[in-house]
């Protein structure tokens, strides 16, 4: 079965300061792997996705992600953080096995960023 | 190009009360997903249409919801009889292909009382 862990309910960071936003997940053979996130009073928006190809995925907004296959993560980052990043942050997977398959997503962490 | 739009965006209802939320997906996607999100918690897969097919319902918690997508265009979500535990965020979204991301509705936020 596909899961999505997301290990930190909450991450503050200063801003101007790198961060990091940890996701790993479990499905059988590679996975399509997104993040999303929300505003307050919002829906959630897509940031980026990993298909194939470069294990390093650029995003909007400066968000980026590296995959890593042996590790089975997904981290989510950004250089230098902004008071405006702060936000519920989802990572979520896909089965790439079948075109039909759901997404599944983790239970998303908050991201705090002090001025 | 128009979003995905859910309606209402907020519904109170009694217990026992029936409720249909809908879901008009962003036009030419084939794919239609719902989840729903309980207080601080995981979103949560509902069920997954292909064109006016159910794909998977496996996520559907019991025989009082009920989704159905109209000529493969939008979709409503009954419940019938609503219990307290069904409050929550309901979010549709939808996709083009398998793997391209899904875009999300604002969600409808449920209150049973």
């Known amino acids: 079965a596909q899961s999505v862990a997301q290990p930190e309910d909450q991450v503050n960071v200063a801003e101007g300061n790198p961060l990091t936003v940890k996701c790993t997940y479990s499905?059988?053979?590679?996975?399509?792997l997104f993040w999303y996130v929300q505003y307050p009073n919002r829906g959630l928006q897509f940031l980026l996705k990993?298909?194939?190809?470069?294990?390093l995925v650029k995003g909007s907004y400066g968000f980026e992600a590296e995959f890593n296959k042996s590790q089975t993560s997904f981290h989510l980052k950004k250089p230098s953080a902004l008071v405006s990043d702060s936000a519920l942050y989802f990572c979520?997977?896909?089965?790439?096995?079948?075109?039909?398959?759901?997404?599944?997503f983790g239970s998303g962490t908050r991201l705090s960023i002090r001025p | 190009e128009a979003g995905v739009t859910q309606f209402p965006s907020h519904s109170v209802i009694e217990k026992g009360q029936t409720v249909t939320l809908r879901c008009d997906p962003i036009?030419?996607?084939?794919?239609l997903y719902w989840y729903r999100r309980v207080m601080g918690k995981e979103i949560k897969f509902l069920l997954h249409f292909v064109k006016e097919s159910k794909q998977d319902e496996s996520g559907m918690p019991n025989n009082r919801f009920l989704a159905e997508r109209t000529g493969g265009t939008y979709s409503t979500l009954k419940v019938q009889p609503a219990e307290l535990e069904d409050s929550g965020v309901y979010f549709c979204a939808s996709s083009s292909q398998g793997w391209d991301e899904a875009f999300f509705g604002q969600g409808t936020r449920l209150t049973v009382v």
């Open positions: 036009s030419g996607h084939d794919n």
């Open positions: 990993y298909i194939t190809g470069d294990n």
């Open positions: 979520a997977v896909r089965d790439r096995r079948s075109s039909a398959s759901k997404i599944i």
């Open positions: 499905v059988s053979g590679n996975p399509y």
